[in-house]
């Protein structure tokens, strides 16, 4: 199946990448080719399982600030005013990508920051709604997809609302896009929407 795509399975060149970006979206859009993806999501890990270097409890070392372990913990955080391990806002949660898997539409829990790193693999497509465009947004999605909306206009709940944002952007909503390496943090900002795919194999963690 591999050896079907237009691009080398191991080239992350921008043209690589940029064909990789058309046919996922030729695929969500005219269904062709049925691809099936799996994508470990949101994976519980405890504090010695995250991949983040630890000499205590949510001790920073030589990452400093930027330890996903002890992020929430610093006296600038108000999740620091929390007694309890609460896994993704607290304790990062982590992620195995595969080629085209997904992560929806969404905006943080409580309108939180999120901080995200990839370790190791492929690089992540991100795409970002500014927190100010975040009504036109919803307004928008609701006019593309009313019926949808209409069965349930919680969707944005379920973590399933998938749309391209060259429809979004056509819509006169803001649309930014980036490309996470191995070894680069992505940070979203309250209220910001984003989603994203991923272009293979990789291991990544976030955290609020």
Known sequence: MGAAWPWA?????????????????????????RVTVEYGADLQATPDQTCWPMTGEYVDTDLGAWNLMSIAQRHESLLSLSD??????????????????TFAWHNEDHYCYSINYCHA???????????????????????????????????????????????????????????????????????SYHSGFNHGFNFASAVN
Not at 84 to 101: Q, T
């Open 9 to 33: 399975w191991n080239d992350t060149s921008p043209e690589s990448l940029q064909a990789m970006e058309n046919e996922y979206w030729k695929i969500v859009t005219q269904h062709k080719p």
């Open 84 to 101: 309890r391990e609460i896994y993704g806002m607290m304790v990062p949660w982590m992620y195995a990508g595969m080629l085209f898997s």
């Open 121 to 191: 693999g492929f690089p992540k497509q991100w795409y970002f709604i500014p927190g100010l465009a975040g009504p036109q947004f919803e307004e928008t999605m609701k006019k593309l997809i009313p019926d949808v909306f209409e069965k349930e206009p919680d969707l944005f709940f379920h973590l399933t609302a998938v749309m391209s944002p060259a429809t979004i952007a056509r819509c006169g909503v803001p649309v930014y896009r980036l490309h996470q390496h191995p070894g680069e943090f992505v940070i979203t900002f309250p209220e």
